[in-house]
């Protein structure tokens, strides 16, 4: 038992807070500054041997099973408590499936014995490490980029984007790009050799090349790659080391232009700064300027360097467009520099939540739990109330 485990038996255990991604997961305690561990979402199989992603279920059972193994490897291995009456805090997407979330929680109740349990939406508890209210959030993860704003703490369902511009497509675009260039610029022989060799590296690899080779270019570059060419200056190519006694070189147009597939515009117009502005388009107008003013970028692809600089040309460039030229009188954007990793701005959100009196106010208890057999909607006006008993659900 951790020292610190053993001084909380005398006084208010402290709260788990839990952020469950598609591609990684961030798990570590109420009121500090960072989360105790960033892993990745998923859990060796038993029956294979090999490592299945959490988000890759095949049913209820399956999903179960997976959750128990994982779960157990983050209360036992990197904080190394017992989770059995402890509170806990879930940091949730707005788009979590409800199979997720109701079997986490009959995992967590069910399995764990854990003490209760407090839901909250990811895009809300963003703004409280800013200290603000108003935002436009942006979260840019692996699986779909989310946009949600929210309005004097108030998040605005109705006008929400989702795109599936994230992480996943970069990659792709990766891959693709790699595969396509060695097709191209090599000999006959080396041609196949090296393009299957690309497109069999695994998906560890192509993201850890993405994560410390890849960049967001300037957005005058990176029409030349709209074009189908290459701009007159050249990227140097980066060798990166694989199986340990070999490189592969990963070429510099492919460096500069796999984060393009976030800015692009498809057949109908939507891209990443698309999707701002058309959120700020069906907002109110009294509401535009302070989203505008307030943008909060969320998620790890956001993290590459360059991003916000070329989302920020691209906004300026799109308000000029007679797309939006005449619909929003706006002339200026703001970005907030989070206090944190913008990987893990969610979780600390969760974090300064479960710090608060709103862990015991709002939490769904075991005992609720088995009286309702489900998990309450946090966004239904059924749920948020007062029970004759005083109780809230």
């Known amino acids: 038992m951790p020292m610190y485990d053993g001084y909380s038996l005398l006084t208010e255990k402290q709260a788990i807070v839990l952020d469950l991604g598609t591609r990684y997961t961030k798990f570590g305690f109420a009121g500090e500054a960072s989360p105790r ?19 890759s279920f095949t049913d209820k059972d399956d999903l179960y099973g997976l959750l128990v193994d994982f779960l157990h490897i983050l209360f036992f291995k990197h904080v190394q408590l017992s989770p059995k009456e402890r509170r806990l805090v879930v940091v949730e997407s707005l788009l979590c499936p409800t199979i997720v979330r109701d079997t986490l929680a009959k995992v967590l109740f069910q399995h764990f014995e854990v003490c209760s349990l407090l839901y909250v939406p990811s895009h809300l508890v963003c703004l409280a490490p800013l200290a603000v209210d108003t935002g436009l959030v942006v979260d840019v993860g692996h699986q779909e980029a989310l946009l949600v704003p929210v309005y004097e703490g108030v998040p605005v369902l109705r006008i929400w984007q989702a795109q599936p511009l994230a992480g996943a497509a970069i990659e792709q675009r990766l891959r693709n790009s790699l595969v396509e260039w060695y097709t191209k610029q090599d000999s006959l022989g080396d041609s196949i050799r090296k393009s299957q060799e690309a497109a069999n590296l695994s998906e560890s690899i192509i993201e850890d090349i993405k994560v410390r080779g890849s960049f967001v270019t300037k957005q005058q570059r990176g029409t030349v790659y709209w074009d189908g060419k290459e701009p007159s200056s050249p990227i140097p190519n980066l060798p990166y ?7 592969i070189s990963i070429p510099g147009p492919v460096r500069e232009a796999c984060h393009e597939v976030l800015f692009e515009r498809d057949n109908d117009q939507m891209s990443l700064p698309n999707m701002i502005l058309d959120a700020i388009e069906k907002s109110a107008v009294d509401m535009r300027r302070p989203l505008a003013e307030n ?18 040309a691209e906004l300026r460039l799109l308000l000029e467009s007679p797309q939006y030229k005449d619909k929003l009188n706006i002339n200026t954007f703001k970005f907030h520099n989070p206090p944190g990793k913008e990987n893990y701005m969610a979780w600390l959100g969760g974090a300064l939540y479960g710090a608060t009196d709103m862990i ?10 088995s009286a309702l057999n489900s998990v309450p909607d946090w966004c239904s006006l059924l749920h948020n109330r007062l029970d004759q008993s005083g109780l809230i659900i």
């Open 360 to 369: 015991t106010m709002r939490s769904l208890t075991r005992e609720s739990y």
């Open 37 to 55: 561990c960033i892993v990745r979402s998923e859990v060796k199989c038993p029956k294979t041997g090999q490592m299945r992603q959490i988000m």
């Open 295 to 312: 943008i909060v970028l969320v998620g790890g692809s956001v993290m590459v360097p360059g991003f916000k600089a070329r989302l920020l």
């Open 241 to 247: 080391p694989i199986d340990g006694d070999r490189n």
